[in-house]
């Protein structure tokens, strides 16, 4: 089919890029004329696994390609994906004035270049934001064309295997016509038998706030699970395979830490607790989510003022990742973030290093943790004369270092781990005090 992308961010791109690798016609369109013709010459300007093979092969082949001009995706496509920033308004509320502003431009282009497609809201918006994109073209035009809710379910750093081999499809789609060319165009990606659920506009828009909503809800409950375990000696990985074996619970998402981080998780929290309160409707269990993540994000700080009396003045804290997760660069409500900067404010300086983000971290920190850190390339450079390390992304080149090495590099080889990363007598085995999260110290009194 041929297709149009409007927005190349991390969406537009990664849908543009699988689908075109799927044998459609693409066009990206970016108002960003640097990106557009860095794209042009093959660059993925975004970090994630896999992409940079499905681009190339699609940019070879001619099936995928980019421009400034929406008009020129438009007159081309059957079928237009808006993956446009909706950010965060001042009220909490997301910003639409860019889908809006695009949707007032598809009606005039709707009457320059005649006939029905179809117009999918990819981003993650408000629920009722397809009636309004459809109001603003057909204030513009009297041509035939459906507006479409097609959430993404990716996560960071899988994108592309989520994208090509997604669980389900969900499509709110209010005609049988544009709910036809929905499962036309899906179908190749889903030949395994997953679905493809079609419903409802507002259903399907708020099928990924509460995907999203759910999601926070399972950690943050598993985050409380470990701050009991702690108070009462208990393991919360027995406690999360004791559970997760348990089919209704299931295994995955159990995995407590120093909290949810990422652009979506924290976003869509907020934004469907504020549209229910628009509506008139308290929902309170994700106000306690939302309150707990904030605490579990610097929780890991409280246990190190709590093993050093309250004073970490001029200690010196190797930092080991400041992703919010491993394979992305991105660190969005990275729990580094605010540990860094709890941890420079309580007094200690810091060295940090994470194999993707220390540029994007650098950029986003506050100044307050820049004054106090220093970035190093090499992982083992962190731990050479730290009082401690701490952990905060579970890169998979942290889960199996020489720990028995550590008291030999570190000065004193204490490690606070907000990801859970190791077996704890084999902490005990190599001399180290080990502190994790929801069970019990490795050579602390
Ligand atoms: C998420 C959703 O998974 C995806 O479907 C949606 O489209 C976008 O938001 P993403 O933000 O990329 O994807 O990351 P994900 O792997 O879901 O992790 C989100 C956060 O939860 C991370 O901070 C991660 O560290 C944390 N997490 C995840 C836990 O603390 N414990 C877990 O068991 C799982």
């Given at each position: 089919m041929k297709l149009g992308v409007v927005g190349t961010g991390y969406v537009g791109l990664v849908s543009g890029a699988c689908f075109a690798d799927s044998g459609n016609d693409v066009i990206c369109v970016d108002i960003d004329e640097k990106k557009v013709e860095r794209m042009r010459k093959g660059e993925v300007p975004i970090y994630e696994p896999g992409l940079n093979r499905v681009f190339d092969r699609s940019i070879r082949e001619n099936r995928l390609r980019f421009t400034t001009s929406l008009e020129e995706a438009f007159k081309e496509s059957e079928i237009l994906f808006l993956c446009l920033p909706t950010p965060p308004g001042a009220?909490?509320?997301?910003?639409?004035s860019f889908v809006l502003n695009v949707a007032d431009d598809l009606g005039e282009l709707f009457n320059k270049y005649p006939g029905y497609r179809v117009v999918v809201?990819?981003?993650?918006?408000?629920?009722g934001t397809a009636d309004k994109v459809r109001e603003a073209i057909s204030a513009k035009t009297d041509e035939e064309f459906d507006v479409v809710s097609n959430p993404e379910f990716l996560r960071e750093g899988a994108a592309v295997e989520d994208f090509m081999k997604p669980e389900r499809v969900v499509v709110g789609a209010g005609t049988q016509r544009a709910a036809d060319a929905m499962r036309t165009l899906y179908e190749p990606f889903v030949r395994s038998g997953n679905p493809i659920i079609i419903m409802d506009e507002r259903s399907s828009e708020l099928t990924k706030y509460a995907a999203n909503a759910i999601l926070a809800t399972k950690i943050t409950f598993m985050n409380e699970i470990a701050n009991i375990c702690e108070r009462v000696g208990a393991d919360v990985d027995n406690v999360r395979r004791g559970i997760g074996t348990d089919s209704r619970i299931?295994?995955?998402?159990l995995f407590a830490g120093i909290g949810y981080g990422g652009s979506c998780f924290p976003k869509d929290v907020q934004a469907i607790h504020h549209t229910a309160g628009q509506y008139g409707y308290d929902f309170k269990i994700l106000d306690s989510v939302m309150k707990v993540n904030e605490l579990q994000k610097v929780s890991i700080v409280e246990k190190m003022k709590e093993y050093y009396d309250g004073d970490l003045a001029g200690k010196r804290i190797g930092v080991w990742g400041l992703a919010?997760?491993?394979?992305?660069?991105d660190v969005r409500e990275a729990p580094a973030l605010y540990i860094t900067d709890a941890l420079a404010k309580a007094g200690a300086t810091m060295i940090a290093y994470d194999p993707e983000a220390n540029e994007t971290f650098q950029a986003a920190a506050t100044s307050v943790a820049l004054e106090a850190m220093e970035f190093t390339t090499d992982r083992d450079e962190v731990l050479k004369g730290v009082d401690a390390l701490v952990i905060c992304t579970e890169w998979n080149?942290?889960?199996?270092?020489?720990?028995?090495r550590f008291p030999k590099m570190m000065?004193?080889?204490?490690i606070f781990d907000?990801?859970?990363?190791?077996?704890l007598k084999r902490a005990k085995d190599a001399g180290l005090i080990y502190v994790s999260v929801g069970r019990p110290s490795v050579g602390v009194e």
């Open positions: 009220d909490g509320q997301a910003d639409l809201n990819k981003s993650t918006v408000p629920v299931g295994k995955r998402f919010f997760k491993p394979e992305t660069d080149e942290f889960r199996r270092p020489d720990l028995d000065k004193t080889p204490v907000g990801r859970n990363l190791y077996d």
